[in-house]
């Protein structure tokens, strides 16, 4: 566009839009503009305010928002790096080592700490077993440690007495109830002693060639953390290893990955159902508008000129209409945010202004891809427009179409930040669309051959004969419908799979306690002191330390692999076990389970992934000096978060079932039993106890929290929804008006009129939300497979609820969008004053 034509446009522009305005024309465009945006901005905030709540929760099982590993000391440039951009940071260390007292030694795993750990999340610790202790954010003051609960029975140690660590004696002052970032790792089972940094130089134990493992914690904005993390790869030495959330703690990387993912999806298809709104509005703008352009164009104006007006005035009411929505999607997530305290028990965050940048763009692109296609050809009417009706002139609304779309799916892409659901979402999104489209044809033909059937009944004569003249209207309206009863029921659908997938994830009954280190000797006793306190649920399962040393019978070597983790793998003892069933928790994904008396392996499929190995392959383990040497036969997904007792490598009992090892279970130990653990470990003082019952407390409120997100969120696609109705409805008022002013002139009563109108409603209703239930069965099949990751049952009460709300929206906000149109007078319509 020419600077002088800009010129002269913006205040003509200006005027159309305030013309335009006042006469009602824009306002339904406007609505869904600013509905649009608002659920997008609303959306957006909440998502990232419940985003940020949850990593910030989750967080507190690391100890904070990210974690350095190393097997050196941190260099100190790193610790000023990340606070010159605005973290805090914290230390520790950890390392084996024998600590004892008057009546003997025990190897335990100590860790120090300095001053301000933990950086999220809070210790807990008690002045006895069994209590659930007071929270605290900093560890033992110099001179103290903490104690795991059974190292008192082990050693007959009392608090308040005195621990020899290395050269120093330390007091004994509080039991460890919880340890924020210790997790389950079973490699190290030996009892917690945590103690001061401050104390390490001069216990003498950390000396030239001491295994020790060194943590960096860094917490603070999201922002921040990402970018300190992306110098930290940049940077990393030799030995250094990054932990995020998602690796350090993968009993909550499905549980964040699937609240995210719905967060976006709820997002995504807000966007899109809002979008039909527009196009709908823009449409209505775009017909009632046509004699209006032939006018001017009789008057002189060029397309040029007429064209630039319309950009002016779509430009600047999209600007109004995106920045009044961003305001008004900002209030409403306040007011969604209040009336979820009880769902969203949390002090949620501040959000970004991120949600802003995208509420404004997308109002601006849903413009440009679904309201100026249909106003494209407005500017070309031809003068003769204003004598004949059908001397239209060429429309080219579909190549706009192809212009805009592509910028409206990288906007989604953008927004949800996840290109395979938004893919999948907006394929899915077009072929329902194209189905609903040739059924909706379909049906038109169908109603038009079976009208002439009709005999004694004309109101549904009228009817048919109705929806067969508006074969575009029709094929419209229903597609519209379709869609946005397929969004409603689609989202409904995941949002019920989502939740009771995540109860089936963490039942109640969930495990909550694991006994370790149990001695083949041992296994008869403590298996009968679980039964006798009712756990009859506890499988003792064999754990025997192996090395991985051949692949095929090729010697395996760390410096064979690039990969940190694969390093990592056969750079260490596995732990292995044998049995005879494989655990519900498992699912074979290639392969067949175990010959029992074959000499034979199942592996876990990411552990085959990272080693590079595949169904057939030989493995070599030493197991205590003996190499046993089996056959992959299947590959195992395994859901960690499930707590079972589990393992990366299950052999067949032939192969180890002579081999050196100790026996470990998991269980469930309601709060009425606590005192079990204590008995057992007092009567067999070797045995390491894992109550997990805070992780599990910790992971449900996260779970719970985002189920209330999830629960809030799905109000605005209602809304959204609801806008679609609407506009379908007005999309075709004039058209009605006209046709009943024609069946009344003829002599058609006004109860028929009203009869024909609601049954049309009712048939257009039916097919609705069979199509709309049909599209949400089927994209609800491939998002659960593509991202959710859950099992779909068939269900028939979405194909029910489909049908009941398709009739009920047609209807009752059919009948509330049309109101008036039997009650204009015919002889008015007739003349188009109406």
Known sequence: MHSKTRGSALMPGLRALRRDWRSGELRLLAVALLVAVAAVCSVGFLTDRVDRALVQDSAQMMGGDLMLQADSPIPEAFVREAESRGLETAQTLQFPSMVENANGAQLASLKAVSGNYPLRGALRISERQGQAGEAVSHGPAAGEVWIDPQLPAMLGLALGETLAVGDLGLTASRIIAYEPDRGMQFVNVAPRVMLNMADIPGSGLVVEGSRIRYHLLAAGEQDAVRGYQQWLEDNLQRGQQISTLESSRPELQRALERARTFLALV??????VAAIAIALAARRFGQRH???????????AAQRQLRSILWVEFLALGLLASAAGALLGYAAHLGLVQAAGALIATDLPLPSSMPVVHGMVAGLLMLLGFAIPPLSGLHRVPPARVLRLEADGPRRGMAAYAVGLPAFFLLVWWISGDARLSLVVSAGFLAALLVFALAGYGMVRLVGAARHGVRGAPALR???AGM???????VTQLCSLSLGLMVLLLLAMVRTDLLDGWRRTLPPDAPNT???NIQPDQREGVAAQLRQAGVASAELLPMIRGRLVAINQKPVRVEDYTDERARRMVDREFNLSYM????ESNRIVAGRWLDLSAHEISLEKGLADTLDIA???RLSFDVAGQVNEVTVTSLREVKWDSFDVNFFAVLSPAALRDAPGSFITSFHLPQAQSMLSHTLVREYPNLTVFDVGVILQQIQRVLDRAAGAVQGLFLFTLLAGALVLGAAMYATRDERIHEAAILRAIGASAAQLQSALRLELLLMGVLAGLLGAAGAVGLSWVLAETAFDFPMTFTWWPWLAGVLLGVATFVSGGL??????????PLMSLRGLA
């Open 580 to 583: 005879t069933d494989m655990p």
């Open 514 to 516: 694991f006994l370790i």
């Open 267 to 272: 997002t995504l298809l807000t966007v899109m």
């Open 462 to 464: 009228f009817a048919l």
């Open 816 to 825: 509330l969008a049309l109101r008036g149109v039997l009650a204009a007078p």
């Open 468 to 474: 067969a003249r508006r074969r575009g209207l029709t």
């Open 290 to 300: 046509r004699a209006g352009m032939a006018v001017m164009r009789c008057l002189g």
């Open 615 to 617: 169904l057939g392959d």
